[in-house]
């Protein structure tokens, strides 16, 4: 039951707390925004500007892409990923964890690989209950807007397609059963790989 | 436990096995080419012309498409593919069943949706062991090519993406855990929709 596990997941779908509860029944760590604190510290970038880049493509404005560029200037967003990716193999390579999104899945070479997703009715009722967001509409604007981010951070970094269930070893609708039990059938996957 | 359950399946990656297996656990009909016999007895569409139709798309050459041939003349494969989505609808509406491939999870409304898939190496072991094939590049040709034909069907007939996670309830690789596994966190996942 020892493995590295990475989740990516729809916003909304629950995919944080079931990595989170999944680290806690199975006793090891658990990453995500801790990815941010600990690619801060071992770069010059500062923690804040690693959040406003994080699973985004941050365009460089008026600055064409050039070869010389491309050697003395990373822009910023490939320096935020590559900072996270060197993070993400050294915990992988410490110990069995949980990883939540950042494109792990890829990054990584052996880990299990979860995809977490539910129906936007399921995720709009979830978020309401945890946000300050009280209109229904602008949370769905809202989960399409950061879904949309997500993939295009997936594609332009990995090159493959987000939510492609081939991409991952099992994919799960939360939605219709719960968190609860999405964590429940993940452990049986778990143990029927080490069975 | 008893619902209409369909299984879209990537060649190679015992879908129509674990459906069978399914099937047989929860005690419930299963349809996979028995589809192209009872689309063939309610039609008058012989068994081998649907056979030859079977999930793929046969484009009518030299015949242009217009308004008076899209009348009077539905392409054969358009035909096959809308008496084989009266048959799996005439199946759902009658009883619990389990449903491989022809688009049953957009054909019918309220299904439970799961993809089965597994890495090529696996698929090509899986298949040299069953089938007469014994070059495993030709198999993995054959694969390809079947998978690509699926693929081209979906899109054609459903407008959505063959092996999008979030067209499914639940997506599995079977090629780590292996078919009867497999069966099982489907069960488990059944279980707990149930309860």
Redesign the interface.
């Known amino acids: 039951m020892k493995h590295v596990i990475t989740i990516s997941r729809?916003f909304g779908s629950g995919g944080r707390e079931i990595g989170s509860r999944l680290a806690k029944r199975l006793n090891i760590p658990f990453y995500d925004k801790e990815i941010i604190s600990l690619a801060s510290e071992n770069s010059n970038l500062s923690e804040d500007f690693i959040e406003n880049h994080d699973e985004m493509i941050v365009q460089l404005k008026n600055k064409p892409y050039t070869p010389f560029s491309a050697i003395y200037e990373i822009p910023m967003s490939d320096q935020v990923f590559l900072e996270q990716s060197r993070i993400i193999r050294k915990l992988a390579a410490k110990e069995p964890c949980v990883i939540v999104g950042r494109c792990a899945d890829r990054v990584l070479e052996d880990s299990i690989n979860l995809?977490i997703?539910a129906r936007m009715n399921k995720r709009i009722e979830r978020l309401l209950t945890m946000e300050s967001e009280v209109d229904s509409d602008k949370m769905e604007s809202r989960i399409r807007e950061i879904d949309r981010k997500r993939k295009d951070y997936y594609q332009y970094y990995t090159g493959s397609t987000w939510?492609?269930?081939?991409n991952?070893?099992?994919?799960?609708?939360s939605g219709?059963?719960?968190i609860k039990?999405t964590v429940?059938?993940i452990l049986?996957?778990l143990e029927?790989?080490d069975?």
Chains 1, 2 share one sequence.
């Open positions: 729809e995809f997703y939510g492609r269930a081939q991952y070893d099992l994919c799960l609708d219709k059963i719960g039990a429940d059938i049986s996957y029927a790989l069975s």
